[in-house]
């Protein structure tokens, strides 16, 4: 049996901790490819989403560089915890390019945000399954991980929890994580 160590009322004060985001490499220069820089880096302050908004506005950017962009925007506006914002800047990015594992994530880490955990994992699935940058693929178990604790099931947040922390041994927040579960046998 698993169990999750925290009752819920204190779970909801952990779910506030912003969830992890997976950014898009955007290459070929100009204002897509700093705007891509920025997200990567972890930049969220307006004036380098600045870049995305000249990027998507003037620069002449095929489907996945302009779909990349948007993912790169949505990153920044997640930072600061502006959720449908950037909730929309993911939809307009899946418009664009309907395989875009990282707009799926992203858009996940958004609904988890607003709270809307069950809506949430159905994106986070898919993202997981049409797969990510190996160095973004821990977030998005995490990500999918407190998506389960928000709907309750915390065997399946402890798997992934899990297997963030394989993925990445060196990241603290999934070790953190798993010292609140306790593992028992029925």
Not at 33 to 41: D, G, M
Request: one cysteine or more; proline letters at 5%; aromatic letters at 10%.
């Amino acid at each position: 049996m698993f169990r999750c160590a925290v009752p819920f009322a204190i779970l909801c004060t952990l779910m506030s901790a912003p969830a992890a985001f997976a950014s898009v490499t955007v290459l070929g220069g100009g204002f897509a490819e700093a705007c891509s820089r920025y997200a990567i880096v972890g930049y969220s302050d307006l004036r380098f989403e600045a870049e995305c908004n000249r990027a998507l506005e003037d620069e002449m950017l095929d489907r996945k560089d302009r779909a990349g962009t948007f993912v790169n925007r949505g990153v920044m506006k997640l930072r600061r915890r502006e959720w449908e914002s950037a909730k929309r800047d993911f939809d307009a990015a899946l418009k664009m390019k309907p395989d875009l594992g990282e707009a799926f994530v992203n858009r996940g880490a958004a609904l988890i945000g607003l709270r809307r955990f069950a809506e949430g994992l159905p994106d986070l699935n898919r993202g997981i399954e049409i797969g990510i940058e190996p160095t973004e693929m821990p977030k998005a178990y995490y990500n999918r991980a407190m998506a389960y604790e928000g709907v309750g099931d915390s065997k399946s947040a402890y798997f992934d929890y899990l297997k963030a922390q394989a993925l990445s041994p060196e990241w603290q927040a999934p070790k953190d994580e798993l010292a609140r579960f306790t593992v028992s046998r029925p």
